[in-house]
């Protein structure tokens, strides 16, 4: 017996899982596919299961910084153009985060502070109220885009979910999707028809009563939730020169929720390898040490700076760029593909981070229209 | 993809399918969450291994369209991504570790409760474990991750080096230098026969 086989008896001292844990996990992971194919939702589970962990950015299949995870183009839409100047000037682009659904009535200690604007597969718009601190109670109402019932999900075993009957909502058709119950499940999940073909979820996690209180606090909640206000919500952080003929992909706000304040703007490039996120998140004062490896491969934390820009430290490469504490925010900014090379025509990524403003955590600097 | 494994549909045409179908996914959970929520528990403890695998399958799930369909065993995707996840406990590892060493009573056992399978090679490597966990405490977190892919996930150097993103020059290289201080850790007085492997 070699060193390495003496590692391996060490092997097996691990357990192994139990099925009902594996069943459970599987549950969990297939609740998040069936709510979310785009893993929209994902940031708002995976967080509040995940403790303290500070979730990787994903950059091109680089895992880049901290505190939120960014958006991944897919293919589907028509190539970025540009029009030759520095494309501040060319593009123009709407409001990426509207507040479709406001909530009315919540519980005490909860206010909306967490907003996800989703256009990458079934298109959606969601607010979450989460209880600040290390509470674990949380809301989050999700109004879909105008059109077929969404996808039910699964159970368990890969059983497709079924509609649990429920009592209507301000006289409009609701059903469960997972009902409170009195065997300890504190979470649900209550789906209604606000309009006709408008649907909206509303979830409920941590939160605490018995299975009646919880079915009347979903339905105070749902009653009072309030849908078509679109008004475009204010973001710490204003870009020129984004270019023209993105799609808008993913625009997520946290502004407490998951404790954390951060923001993300993705746009759609038009292509499997297209990649386009900028994203800021409220600064702790850690400065990165990673250094890369191979291009293309896992960082290791977060990058250690090669570089200044703006007075900040500031790591930098072609399709990368991450800077620490610019206004009170780690900023960074990713691109790929077809977006970069147009990016690449009005000074790559360095050349938008210059025409970017973060605008600090004090909320009346912000803007409802962060984008050129 | 029409690459099959010995449990059929291979991992790529499983990934493949959960891009028009994203509750195929699942499949690829039922087929390897068990060897990586192991892997998990006996490098972080029972408690971490729920979550940490949980985060690997989300992340997993998210990157499928980017996986290259040409790999039809996800097994190094897998582990690689479960090794960035546990990246931010290399201190928890560590101090586990270092607690191991110093106390005797290795935790990850002591979290479930310890049904330990018996061997007449696990008896008497049991008693090298304390040394072991010495050994790992004191390695970079670079080597750890090449050491126990190989040791404890039973990847190949090529899928270590796919897992890691590293060429396979260096998973070798690594390792050498993982197994030079482990054995280092044993000491003199170790009574196992030590030889060179691979």
New interface residues.
């Given amino acids: 017996m070699n060193d390495l086989d003496l590692m391996r008896t060490m092997r097996t001292d691990a357990p192994i899982p139990s099925q009902q844990r594996l069943d459970t996990g599987e549950k969990r992971l297939l609740k998040v596919i069936s709510s979310d194919s785009s893993g929209a939702r994902r940031a708002v589970r995976t967080r509040r299961r995940f403790g303290g962990v500070r979730v990787m950015l994903l950059a091109g299949g680089a895992a880049a910084a901290a505190g939120v995870a960014i958006v991944a183009t897919q293919a589907g839409v028509s190539p970025v153009t540009l029009h030759g100047t520095p494309a501040a000037e060319a593009a123009k682009y709407s409001d990426p985060l509207v507040a479709r659904a406001t909530f009315g009535w919540l519980p005490r200690g909860l206010h909306a502070n967490g907003y996800v604007a989703d256009h990458q597969h079934e298109k959606f718009f969601q607010v979450t109220a989460q209880e600040g601190g290390k509470g674990e109670a949380s809301v989050t109402l999700t109004a879909y885009e105008r059109g077929k019932e969404p996808f039910l999900g699964y159970l368990p075993g890969k059983v497709p979910a079924k509609r649990i009957p429920a009592a209507s909502i301000n006289g409009h058709p609701a059903y469960w999707i997972y009902k409170p119950n009195p065997s300890g499940q504190s979470s649900f999940e209550l789906r209604w028809q606000y309009a006709p073909s408008s649907w909206a979820d509303l979830e409920g996690d941590g939160l605490s009563g018995s299975s009646a209180e919880l079915t009347r606090t979903a339905y105070k909640i749902a009653k009072s939730a309030k849908f078509g206000d679109d008004r475009p919500i204010e973001m710490p952080l204003h870009v020129g020169g984004v270019p023209a003929g993105l799609s808008p992909d993913r625009t997520v706000l946290n502004n407490g929720a998951y404790g954390e304040v951060s923001a993300i703007v993705g746009y759609n490039a038009g292509g499997p390898s297209s990649n386009f996120g900028i994203s800021i998140t409220k600064s702790n004062g850690t400065i990165g040490t990673a250094v890369p490896g191979k291009p293309g491969m896992p960082w290791k934390g977060l990058p250690r700076p090669n570089t200044k820009l703006k007075g900040h430290p500031a790591y930098v490469a072609p399709s990368l760029l991450y800077v620490y504490g610019d206004n009170g925010f780690d900023v960074q900014i990713t691109a790929s593909g077809a977006v970069l090379a147009k990016l690449n025509k009005t000074g790559g990524v360095v050349g938008l981070y210059q025409r970017m403003t973060v605008l600090g955590t004090d909320q009346a600097n912000w803007t409802p229209n962060p984008i050129n | 993809m029409t690459v099959t494994t010995r449990q059929g549909v291979s991992d790529a045409a499983v990934i493949e399918q959960s891009w028009q179908e994203?509750?195929a996914?699942?499949a690829l959970?039922?087929r390897h969450?068990?060897h990586i929520?192991?892997?998990v528990?006996?490098r972080l403890g029972?408690d971490m291994?729920?979550?940490v695998?949980?985060?690997t399958?989300?992340?997993a799930?998210?990157?499928r369209?980017?996986y290259d369909l040409g790999r039809p065993d996800a097994r190094p995707w897998l582990y690689?991504i479960a090794a960035?996840?546990m990246?931010?406990y290399h201190r928890k590892e560590t101090r586990m570790l270092r607690a191991f060493a110093r106390s005797g009573a290795?935790p990850?056992?002591q979290?479930?409760g310890?049904?330990?399978?018996g061997?007449d090679?696990?008896i008497?490597?049991?008693g090298?474990?304390q040394a072991?966990a010495a050994g790992l405490a004191g390695l970079s977190?670079?080597h750890r991750e090449v050491?126990?892919l190989?040791?404890?996930a039973d990847l190949s150097y090529e899928e270590t080096a796919q897992a890691?993103?590293?060429?396979v020059g260096t998973v070798r290289s690594r390792l050498h230098r993982a197994?030079k201080k482990?054995?280092a850790a044993?000491g003199d007085g170790n009574p196992?026969?030590?030889?060179?492997?691979g």
Wanted: hydrophobic letters at 45%.
């Fill in positions: 994203p509750g996914f699942a959970y039922r969450a068990p929520s192991r892997y528990a006996r029972d291994a729920d979550d695998t949980a985060e399958f989300y992340r799930f998210e990157k369209r980017k690689g960035n996840v990246a931010h290795d990850v056992v979290t479930y310890g049904q330990l399978e061997a090679d696990r008497v490597a049991a090298m474990h072991l977190r670079a050491l126990l190989i040791a404890w890691l993103g590293i060429s197994r482990i054995r044993l196992m026969t030590i030889s060179d492997e």
